[in-house]
């Protein structure tokens, strides 16, 4: 995917969500992974043009996992010239190796959105910018059709009334494999994550049940999409009035 392509998405989903307004300043999340990266850019770019002014901070939470190495990241900020901001935790030590959370995951993603706001607020920011593209998505739905028992994913703008925070979810009209196909055609600098538990959960689990089935009945995960589209789910009602 080309940044032309990836500013086209971007956008789409900004106008179509009312993502953006003026004087905005964002915080971009940025996990070290191709995804965030990728949001990064599409970010960087659209406000040099977009017709609503508005300014990006990128934010890392470092969860303290050892080998995490933000160097390349750190020169891809300043080559962008955006501000970056690191913080540093000790999520990791706390959750492997003071509680010993046999299910992990939920508890991390509750303390590193945490730190997340705090950052974002420190910095000025009312808005902050997750990666989640059209595959997370549609994987979100499925963990909770099969899990919860409900049609339910997230939506594309959340007011958090506690911090007076707005998140919005840019990529939303981004494939996963045009993510990769960007990644690759422009270098990103990557950061593998060092968690254990990487790649051993049930969205792993959901996302190669998408994969298989649309691999066994072709464009599936396309309608799952259209039916999330018009599935009149809470912050997605904008869509249907276009």
């Not at 007011?159 to 990644?183: M, Q, S, W």
Request: net charge positive.
């Amino acid at each position: 995917m080309t940044l032309q392509r990836l500013l086209s998405l971007t956008r789409k989903a900004v106008d179509t969500f009312n993502l953006i307004e003026s004087g905005d300043k964002i915080a971009v999340g940025i996990s070290g992974g191709k995804d965030s990266l990728t949001l990064l850019y599409a970010l960087n770019g659209l406000k040099r043009f977009y017709p609503n002014s508005f300014t990006i901070e990128a934010i890392t939470v470092d969860l303290g996992h050892p080998g995490f190495d933000l160097i390349q990241i750190k020169a891809l900020c300043r080559e962008l010239n955006v501000p970056y901001t690191i913080v540093q935790t000790e999520i990791a030590q706390i959750i492997f190796n003071e509680r010993k959370e046999p299910n992990p995951c939920s508890l991390c993603a509750k303390m590193r959105k945490g730190a997340l706001n705090d950052a974002a607020k420190k910095a000025g920011c009312n808005k902050i910018a997750y990666a989640h593209h059209k595959d997370d998505v549609i994987e979100t739905m499925l963990l909770s059709l099969l899990f919860e028992g409900r049609f339910h994913t997230f939506s594309p703008k959340t007011h958090l009334d506690r911090t007076d925070l707005t998140v919005i979810r840019p990529l939303l009209f981004v494939n996963e494999a045009d993510v990769i196909g960007f990644k690759n055609k422009y270098h990103l600098p990557v950061e593998k994550s060092p968690c254990p538990v990487d790649g051993y959960t049930k969205r792993q689990y959901v996302k190669e049940l998408i994969r298989t089935l649309n691999h066994e009945h072709p464009g599936v995960k396309e309608r799952m999409f259209t039916a999330i589209l018009n599935g009149n789910l809470d912050g997605w009602e904008t869509f249907l009035k276009k």
